[in-house]
């Protein structure tokens, strides 16, 4: 049997940020390997008029499971939902609650994150920082528990260029950010922000940072560990590859390309994409989980969960397959033709915005317009060149992240284990997964089915010949406003084209 996985039997494991992408990932493969654990309490909050039961039901209602609901038939039982919010000073857990978690819970995986780049920085401290701070008092209360596991991200350094797996200090004291959002007014932080960002790029990478040093501060008296994951995306093997559930990260841009929005990015092709599967990150974390538990290192170790020191691939090779995987299998109802180029020319990337991405867009709200129709095209412009900004500091640089902590605690797992919690990103074949990534995009995220694969080929084929007809129409406008005004142009008209003049 495997060791991580009699570990896991009869524990209780509190997990946060549950019903995010990262932590429903968590939740399957625990599930899923070790069905014999006791329970997993998941802290929920209400969400746009779902109940916690009901959010709870449509996790497990979702495709991602119907392999657990195999394994783990009641899985149901095992979940209990504790009623929570992160942003509440106490987390608004019920004295109930609290009493049961407080008493039963063994492992603490904490997920939750608010992982907006633009997040104003008070929101962000009070999710990032302030919780996580609440969750290990918390934690320090728990008689029974073995180890307290913080999710974080291999960008909270983002500043350095080689990255090691420690805590570095932050440039101000955490403590004194949290008091300072105490009672300072939302105008006056939005003002000292980017001071005390410094050269974080932004609120999300900096609280990150700064929940790290929270997590470091209290490891002299709880079992703590850190993982970094770096670009995280959709599942490489389990429970099958291809699942992806929001629009983070690469999904949101490869869905704008794939519908013919975005047509170019402002994006090194040979700088690094360090990205990492999602069930690459879980297993980590479950081993970290274990380790850490039944080891107990003398200090807190982090977990760097990177591919680029050990099987780097390059966001133009990433471009390229996307592209190709369009050509093969297109989503469904494009606006233009699927077709992108990277640049890391800012001129050349202005111009693509202006004649590639705002001029069809605003003759086509123009369109609308005139056939009576609300215009929408330029507001999802506008969303997706925000996105574009928001994510070019990531993909024009490359990082260096060391991963002795990773590589020890791979050597430490049985051979079985290896297999069954896999991180060994060197097996990774970039050029598959992203034709998987693209295809479960599709299928899981935009609910197409591959039936309608022929008509989205046809779709793109009128596309082809509209824009050959406009091409011309173009041309034929250009050159005949060219031969009333140049002589020369009637020239050259009157010698290719001799039958004119008859
Ligand atoms: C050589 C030549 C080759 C040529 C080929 C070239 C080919 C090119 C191929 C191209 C592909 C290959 C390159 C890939 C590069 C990827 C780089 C990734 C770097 C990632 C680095 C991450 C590092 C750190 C990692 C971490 O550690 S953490 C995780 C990362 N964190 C994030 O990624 C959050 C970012 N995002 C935000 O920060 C907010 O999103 C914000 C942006 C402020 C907007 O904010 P706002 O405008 O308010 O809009 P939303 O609220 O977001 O959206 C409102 C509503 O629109 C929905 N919607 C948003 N978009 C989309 C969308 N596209 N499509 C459909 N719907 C969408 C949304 O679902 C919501 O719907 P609803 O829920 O309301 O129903
Ligand atoms: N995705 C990525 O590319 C990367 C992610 N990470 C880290 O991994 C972790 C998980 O990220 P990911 O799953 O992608 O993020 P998601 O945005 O998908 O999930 C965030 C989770 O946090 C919960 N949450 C947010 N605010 C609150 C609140 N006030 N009270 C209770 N719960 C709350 C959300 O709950 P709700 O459903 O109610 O909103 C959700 O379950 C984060 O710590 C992130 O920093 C690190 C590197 C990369």
Not at 164 to 179: N, S, T
């Amino acid at each position: 049997m495997s060791t991580i996985a009699a570990f896991y039997e009869g524990k209780s494991i509190l997990i946060t940020g549950a019903t995010g992408f990262l932590g429903k990932v968590l939740m399957e493969k625990l599930f899923r390997t070790c069905p014999g654990l006791k329970v997993i309490y998941i802290l929920v909050r209400p969400k746009a008029g779902h109940t916690l039961q009901q959010r709870v039901v449509q996790i497990l209602n979702s495709k991602l499971f119907e392999k657990v609901k195999e394994v783990c038939p009641n899985v149901h039982e095992k979940i209990r939902a504790i009623k929570s919010d992160l942003n509440h000073s106490d987390l608004a857990i019920s004295k109930e609650d609290m009493q049961e978690l407080l008493s039963c819970t063994d492992i603490i995986f904490h997920c939750a994150a608010t992982v907006r780049f633009d997040d104003h920085l008070r929101h962000a401290v009070q999710l990032n920082v302030i919780a996580t701070q609440k969750l290990l008092l918390m934690a320090s209360q728990m008689p029974k528990l073995k180890a307290f596991i913080h999710l974080s991200t291999a960008f909270s350094n983002c500043n350095l260029k080689h990255i090691d797996e420690v805590v570095y200090p932050c440039p101000v004291e955490p403590k004194k950010i949290i008091d300072s959002m105490e009672w300072l007014d939302d105008a006056i932080i939005d003002e000292i922000t980017p001071k005390l960002i410094g050269d974080w790029p932004n609120t999300y990478t900096y609280s990150k940072a700064l929940g790290e040093t929270v997590v470091h501060q209290e490891s002299g008296r709880l079992n703590t560990a850190i993982v970094r994951p770096s670009i995280v995306g959709a599942t490489w093997q389990e429970p099958f590859p291809g699942w992806v559930d929001n629009t983070n990260g690469p999904s949101g841009l490869i869905i704008a390309t794939g519908k013919g929005f975005l047509r170019g990015l402002r994006a090194t092709p040979m700088a690094v994409a360090d990205m990492i599967p999602v069930d690459t990150v879980v297993n980590l974390t479950l081993a970290v989980g274990w380790y850490t538990a039944v080891h107990r290192p003398k200090s807190s170790l982090v977990y760097h969960c990177t591919s680029g020191n050990l099987n780097p691939c390059y966001w133009g090779k990433i471009g390229f397959q996307v592209l190709a995987v369009f050509e093969k299998v297109p989503f469904e109802k494009a606006f233009r033709r699927p077709n992108a180029g990277l640049t890391v020319n800012t001129i050349t990337s202005q111009y693509w915005n202006a004649i590639n991405h705002w001029a069809p867009v605003i003759l086509y709200d123009f369109y609308l317009r005139l056939t009576g129709r609300k215009p929408r095209m330029t507001k999802l412009m506008n969303r997706i060149l925000k996105m574009v900004s928001m994510l070019e500091y990531f993909i024009n640089r490359s990082w260096e992240w060391s991963t002795d902590n990773t590589e020890m605690l791979m050597s430490t797992l049985t051979p079985e284990d290896q297999r069954i919690f896999n991180f060994d990103v060197r097996q990774l074949n970039w050029l598959d997964y992203i034709e998987n990534y693209v295809l479960g995009i599709k299928k899981y995220l935009l609910k197409e089915d591959m039936a309608g694969v022929p008509e989205a080929k046809q779709h793109l084929k009128r596309l082809r010949n509209i824009h050959y007809l406009f091409n011309t129409a173009l041309f034929l406008i250009a050159w005949r406003l060219l031969i009333a005004r140049s002589q020369v142009a009637r020239n050259v008209w009157f010698f290719i084209c001799p039958l004119y003049n008859l």
